[in-house]
């Protein structure tokens, strides 16, 4: 059974740096496309963006290029998304999607909250 | 980006009804189209894939149709577990953009 476990609710303070993970488990992990989603009330869902864990190649929405950064480690089938400063505007809940074109499976979220 | 354009963004309905839903792109995407449901507090779930295949272990009241720029979703006989938000979103380019959401309550 493929399962996406992401790590916990996290609280932050402007400035602050964070790592969100996202464990993959019942598939070939480094054959599968991995991407990032947000979604927030007012824009609703995003693309972030995608990686490939074989090889670590990343690709990202223009809106969050620069913004984030997505690794994987293929060792232990982890994807992360990685924010070195974070604003008051990443307050959102983030979704890992394996891809197959389409996202056909869903982590059950990170929700992220950047409040001094 | 490929904006995608659902309607309505509310739509009251009863059990039993005939539901449908449009999502309308900005440019064709051929039938790299999907549908997905959200429930308060989970995750999306996809429903249909390629504009018109039924994910796997999805009911058979759902059904998608359309390709180039117009695309529905059909929900032939609501039932109580379908009060959800409904989502399209196409990935014909590499920069996927979803639909802003329909509201399905009753």
């Known amino acids: 059974e493929v399962q996406l476990v992401q790590s916990k609710a996290e609280v932050k303070k402007p400035g602050e740096s964070l790592k969100i993970s996202c464990e993959a488990s019942?598939?070939?992990?480094?054959?599968?496309?991995i991407g990032w989603v947000r979604q927030t009330p007012g824009k609703g869902l995003e693309w972030m963006g995608i990686?490939?864990?074989?090889?670590?190649?990343?690709r990202y929405s223009p809106s969050f290029q620069g913004q984030v950064t997505i690794s994987a480690d293929k060792s232990i089938t982890t994807a992360y998304v990685h924010w070195n400063s974070l604003k008051a505007s990443d307050t959102a809940m983030y979704y890992c999607?394996?891809?197959?074109?389409?996202?056909?499976?869903w982590g059950q979220g990170t929700l992220v909250t950047v409040s001094s | 980006d490929i904006q995608m354009t659902q309607s309505p963004s509310t739509l009251s309905a009863s059990v039993g009804d005939r539901v449908t839903i449009t999502c309308r792109a900005s440019q064709t995407i051929s039938t790299w189209l999907a549908w997905y449901q959200q429930k308060p507090g989970k995750a999306p779930k996809v429903l249909i894939y390629?504009?018109?295949s039924l994910e796997s272990g999805v009911p058979s009241r759902f059904s998608g149709s359309g390709s180039g720029t117009e695309f529905t979703l059909t929900i032939s006989s609501l039932q109580p577990d379908d009060f959800a938000t409904y989502y399209c979103q196409q990935y014909d380019t590499f920069t996927w953009t979803f639909g802003q959401g329909t509201k399905v309550e009753i």
């Open positions: 390629k504009a018109s």
């Open positions: 999607v394996r891809l197959n074109g389409y996202c056909d499976y």
């Open positions: 019942g598939y070939r992990f480094t054959n599968s496309w």
């Open positions: 990686i490939f864990p074989r090889d670590s190649d990343a």
